[in-house]
T-cell receptor, first 115, second 112 residues
Framework: AQSVTQLDSQVPVFEEAPVELRCNYSSSVSVYLFWYVQYPNQGLQLLLKYLSGSTLVKGINGFEAEFNKSQTSFHLRKPSVHISDTAEYFCAVSGLMDSNYQLIWGAGTKLIIKP | EAQVTQNPRYLITVTGKKLTVTCSQNMNHEYMSWYRQDPGLGLRQIYYSMNVEVTDKGDVPEGYKVSRKEKRNFPLILESPSPNQTSLYFC???????????FGNGTRLTVT
């Protein structure tokens, strides 16, 4: 069975500072990995995904994530955050061999930008 | 514009009064799914559908029904809502070979 752990429920950071949101997963099979973002009062939208190839994945809005197979992690980073990045961020995994393409979700991390 | 449309956005009802939340997508996606979002619990899947007339239970299906008579529509039915179904509900869709979900804007349901 797969599981996803987002280690921080909230991350406060000053505007223009760098940020890292942590995601660890457990799985006995190879996985696809995703980060979704939920802005206030909106649905979730895909930020970036790792399916195969380069372990450094670039997404929208200047975010990137690195897949580390040995540490089973997929941490999300941005070098300089803006007030508009205030949102909740969700990490998710899906097993490569899962014919139903089911996503297992982390509990989410709220990114709080301090002016 | 490619989108997943849910209606209504907000719904307040009373215990036991049947309700339906509609979901429609215009991207010809095979896969559709319903989630509920509760504070501290992330997203939990209620039901999903791999294609027309093919539906299956997710992690928390009790108290919910779905149908998939057409590819674009995937309504969520609460036959007898209870207060523990008060939540934020999301519909999502994707192509089955690329599990990148497109989400609706959500339906906030309150059952009193």
């Amino acid at each position: 069975a797969q599981s996803v752990t987002q280690l921080d429920s909230q991350v406060p950071v000053f505007e223009e500072a760098p940020v890292e949101l942590r995601c660890n997963y457990s799985s006995s099979v190879s996985v696809y990995l995703f980060w979704y973002v939920q802005y206030p009062n909106q649905g979730l939208q895909l930020l970036l995904k790792y399916l195969s190839g380069s372990t450094l994945v670039k997404g929208i809005n200047g975010f990137e994530a690195e897949f580390n197979k040995s540490q089973t992690s997929f941490h999300l980073r941005k070098p300089s955050v803006h007030i508009s990045d205030t949102a909740e961020y969700f990490c998710a995994v899906s097993g490569l061999m899962d014919s139903n393409y089911q996503l297992i979700w982390g509990a989410g991390t709220k990114l709080i930008i301090k002016p | 514009e490619a989108q997943v449309t849910q209606n209504p956005r907000y719904l307040i009802t009373v215990t036991g009064k049947k309700l339906t939340v509609t979901c429609s997508q215009n991207m010809n996606h095979e896969y559709m799914s319903w989630y509920r979002q509760d504070p501290g619990l992330g997203l939990r899947q209620i039901y999903y559908s791999m294609n027309v007339e093919v539906t299956d239970k997710g992690d928390v299906p009790e108290g919910y029904k779905v149908s998939r008579k057409e590819k674009r529509n995937f309504p969520l039915i609460l036959e007898s809502p209870s207060p523990n179904q008060t939540s934020l509900y999301f519909c999502a869709s994707s192509f089955t070979r690329a599990p990148s979900l497109h989400f609706g804007n959500g339906t906030r349901l309150t059952v009193t």
